[in-house]
């Protein structure tokens, strides 16, 4: 059993550490309606057992001190409040003596929003790329400027640390973790559960397309996901983020390891795979829905990216559908 670990803090965003708790609970309910083992085992920590204060004013109660913790394979750090972070907040030492000793032992480190500024306090991502919320990019770089932090609507991955931009960018990189570690049906079912979106609204589980700092191919790759079932050309593409079209190849390319067009098959078959799931429509509705006018080319397209028709993804997620 994977052990996960939610730190709680004075000043933490009580949002962020609850959100990360009622993610691991979708995916008990889930693994318990499907006769599942449990994978996961998750505590909530502080630095000394006792309760803390959130931005909010209202007491968190953990489970546990960092000290009476066992390895863990997963730590979440919830966001500190901006005005906190803002008039020079700094993580206790102690706090991150541990999650350094945790990280050499080999724990993924998430890192939600201006909770990145542990991993940047401890030393644990110089010459690393962070994400983090827009409004305290340049606070950040002030008081950690070894390393580098950029404004994200989702997360960055470097190595074993994850870092996020926003709170439904923690559901992002949770989903994703959760793909690696359960594989892509059960994490497409997690994610049509969180009920934080419409379906095909979610963001895609794409691993790894988004770990660079191109503004302007984050910006594209924004409104790829957001215009997936409209007409999209490299003409419109580059228009849209004022580009030529070579230089948007080229720069797609580098940025996403992906050409435009495959990154706008992949985020279709993704919105394919969550209507699946979540919906009666059948193929040829599902194939419009996504943006392709042709159904047989939409199944011959899907079977190539998944390694199975619609009908069969289909057919074998109403297995774990409850």
């Not at 992002?172 to 497409?188: H, N, P, W």
Request: aromatic share 8%; proline share 4%; charged share 20%.
């Amino acid at each position: 059993m994977k052990k996960v670990a939610i730190l709680s803090y004075e000043g933490c965003w009580g949002m962020g550490v609850f959100s990360a708790t009622d993610f691991f609970r979708i995916v008990a309910l889930l693994e318990q309606h499907l006769g599942l083992a449990q994978t996961y085992a998750v505590k909530v920590l502080s630095s000394d057992g006792a309760e803390v204060c959130a931005a909010s004013g209202h007491m968190i109660q953990p489970d546990a001190a960092i000290s009476d913790a066992d390895d863990y394979d997963l730590l979440i750090i919830p966001p500190v409040e901006g005005v906190r972070l803002a008039a020079g907040f700094t993580p206790e030492p102690n706090v991150l003596a541990w999650l350094t000793a945790r990280q050499r032992g080999g724990a993924r480190l998430l890192a939600m929003t201006t909770g990145v500024c542990f991993v940047a306090a401890a030393g644990l991502a110089e010459n690393r790329l962070l994400a983090t919320h827009w409004a305290y990019v340049r606070q950040l770089k002030k008081c950690y400027p070894a390393c580098q932090f950029i404004p994200q609507q989702s997360f960055l991955q470097a190595g074993d640390i994850w870092s996020t931009g926003t709170l439904n960018g923690g559901f992002d990189a949770l989903l994703e973790i959760l793909a690696q570690e359960r594989g892509d049906q059960f994490a497409q079912l997690c994610a049509t559960h969180l009920l934080v979106s419409a379906p095909e609204r979610l963001n895609p589980i794409l691993p790894g397309h988004r770990n660079h700092c191109d503004e302007a191919i984050l910006r594209l790759q924004d409104w790829i996901e957001s215009h997936h079932a409209e007409a999209i050309t490299i003409e419109r593409m580059g228009h849209e983020v004022g580009l030529a079209e070579r230089t948007l190849k080229r720069r797609f390319q580098q940025a996403t390891r992906l050409s435009p067009n495959l990154y706008v098959q992949k985020v279709r078959i993704d919105k394919a795979k969550k209507l699946l799931l979540a919906s009666n429509l059948s193929v040829k509705a599902i194939a419009y829905e996504v943006g392709y006018e042709n159904a047989s080319f939409f199944v011959r397209l899907f079977k190539t990216h998944v390694g199975q028709t619609p009908a069969e993804w289909r057919k074998c997620e109403s297995i774990l559908t409850p």
